[in-house]
């Protein structure tokens, strides 16, 4: 599990010897630029990801999910009804590895990467890049970019979409939206919630973004939709384990901000944006403890409010007055509370030995094992 502990002390160290950046752009917004150090990050990260072999909960799925693209590559853009209940974005990644005889890995890498740039884009939206980018690593990292290849990719592109949002650009937001849709449908869900919470024309908002998402929903996502209430609400059975947990993580930080919104110097859409996103994840948690049935279904909504995790974690160091020394304690408070959260799940989740140990393809002496498993 070594590789977790480097992945997390990387931005953690980071964090530590940093400061809060100083906004750039005319409109008080934070540079983008990706300099060479994040870019050796997004270069680490889509390897770990990518590399990665017989790691992560649904490891097998997705291999048989690559076999079926691999088995029938030459026919693969005919096969409407697969690809359209497959997710034809993340299909059509394991398509080009197939062309390309990459295997799992080749699919792995292209989503990894894409993931990572996402989040690394979310991350330089932020005051604190490295802080945010630490909080990141125990879960939507090691556990959501290494276990949930779709959903991971989806939420990739989701935050690209919110560093939208948060400018105003609603075009570009639409874009990338419906791009993370073609992952995972689930992605969908950003639609609404950002008409709602961060554009300043609401009624023009919601009007177009309801007539595009009823236009997408009707031609490509109804029967997927019910394959997904099957699976994940109407199947009694269907437990999420550690939902509790995961969600109370959000939990906390929108707490954090609802009691003392005023210091967190945010533009006014986003102010709008993000307490939407907290009091969703409010209630996606008192949900669960209503209905507990449905806890798969609430746990893979809660994965679209992660990134409510980075925002007010990177901001909190700041909230009070700048002062340097206090500063510094909450940076260190918030990586010592994520450094307990990877410690608790790398030792005592139920699902851990899914990612421990951690295994690659450029260490391993194997064959590609979709040639094997049935």
Not at 91 to 97: R, V
Request: charged share 10%; proline share 4%; with cysteine.
């Amino acid at each position: 599990m070594g590789i977790y502990w480097l992945l997390f002390s990387i931005p953690a160290f980071f964090a530590l010897i940093g400061s809060k950046r100083l906004l750039r752009n005319p409109d008080n917004s934070y540079s983008l630029h990706l300099d060479p150090i994040w870019l050796l990050i997004i270069c680490l990260l889509t390897l770990v990801i990518g590399f990665r072999f017989e790691v992560g909960g649904d490891w097998y799925a997705y291999l048989r999910m690559y076999r079926h693209v691999f088995e029938t590559q030459d026919s693969f853009g005919s096969d409407l009804g697969f690809l359209i209940a497959g997710d034809p974005g993340y299909l059509f990644l394991n398509w080009i590895s197939a062309k390309l005889n990459g295997g799992i890995a080749g699919a792995n890498l292209l989503c990894g990467f894409i993931f990572s740039l996402g989040l690394s884009i979310f991350c330089r939206n932020l005051p604190r890049p490295f802080l945010a980018l630490a909080v990141a690593m125990p879960y939507m990292v090691i556990v959501v970019s290494m276990g949930y290849s779709r959903q991971a990719v989806a939420l990739g592109v989701t935050m690209i979409a919110l560093v939208a949002i948060s400018r105003q650009r609603i075009g570009w937001f639409v874009f990338w939206t419906l791009l993370a849709t073609s992952f995972h449908k689930s992605g969908i869900i950003m639609l609404p919630i950002a008409a709602l919470g961060a554009s300043k024309n609401k009624f023009l908002s919601i009007s177009l973004i309801a007539i595009i998402g009823f236009i997408i929903y009707y031609n490509f996502l109804i029967e997927p939709f019910e394959l997904l209430y099957k699976n994940y609400i109407a199947a009694q059975d269907a437990q999420a384990q550690g939902a509790y947990i995961r969600l109370l993580m959000c939990v906390f930080p929108a707490i954090i901000y609802l009691i003392w919104p005023h210091r967190f110097k945010f533009k006014s859409n986003e102010h709008s944006l993000y307490n939407l996103m907290c009091w969703i994840s409010l209630g996606l948690f008192f949900l669960l403890i209503i209905n507990g049935d449905i806890s798969t279904a609430v746990d893979r909504v809660g994965l679209y409010m992660l990134p409510i995790q980075l925002v007010i974690f990177s901001n909190v160091p700041d909230m009070l007055n700048n002062r340097k020394i206090t500063s510094q304690f909450l940076v260190l408070s918030i990586i010592f509370y994520y450094f307990c959260v990877l410690f608790v799940w790398l030792n005592f989740a139920i699902h851990a030995t899914d990612w421990i140990p951690y295994n690659s393809y450029l260490l391993e002496d194997t064959v590609e094992t979709y040639e094997i498993i049935d």
